[in-house]
């Protein structure tokens, strides 16, 4: 969930060039599409560790982000708050690959308006780790994770293609869930 500091994080008044158009309206429905991404493997945390509720408290804020809420600090907590429940020593891969999508989910409604390639991860960190939530919960079945991005990309509203169009393509790294951001970045842009 956390982004790499950007050149135009700068706090002496320099001009910003590298910045992109980017709407309230924009924003909650990129969150709203993330919690969705985040809401169809949240039971596999739940079934491993069902007495915490750390990546369904990160859903839950960014889709009230996404409903209209403010975008408050306790809303980027709650993402925070799922990445740890991600490296629980308890979870298996699966139940912490979906509570980095629940991370990203709240992660989503603090993309910045910057043309800057991480920012990628803010729009479809969630549907990455979902689809690869899905295919470890299926003993590393690709057709599982390819039926997940598919799903994502036949629901991605226009609000993800727009902002999308505005960013550099997604950054390399991320292990397998890094290829699949790329995958679905790639056909989101097609």
Do not use: N
Not at 122 to 129: D, K
Not at 151 to 176: E, F, K, N
């Amino acid at each position: 969930m956390p982004t790499k500091p950007s050149k135009t994080d700068r706090t002496d008044g320099t001009d910003q060039t590298d910045r992109i158009a980017l709407t309230e309206d924009e924003l909650r429905e990129i969150t709203g599409f993330a919690a969705d991404c985040a809401a169809r493997v949240l039971h596999l945390f739940e079934r491993s560790l069902p007495a915490d509720p750390r990546p369904r408290e990160a859903i839950e804020a960014a889709r009230a982000f996404a409903g209209g809420g403010r975008r408050t600090q306790a809303l980027r907590m709650s993402g925070f708050a799922a990445f740890r429940a991600a490296r629980e020593p308890a979870a298996p891969a699966a139940a912490a690959e979906a509570a980095r999508a629940a991370s990203h989910a709240a992660g989503a409604a603090f993309l910045h308006p910057l043309a800057d390639a991480h920012q990628v991860k803010h729009i479809l960190g969630a549907a990455a780790h979902a689809a690869r939530a899905r295919e470890l919960a299926a003993d590393g079945d690709p057709a599982v994770a390819a039926d997940a991005l598919a799903w994502a990309r036949a629901h991605a509203p226009a609000a993800v293609i727009t902002v999308l169009g505005r960013l550099p393509a997604a950054p390399a790294g991320g292990g397998q869930a890094g290829e699949y951001l790329r995958g679905l970045d790639g056909a989101l842009r097609a």
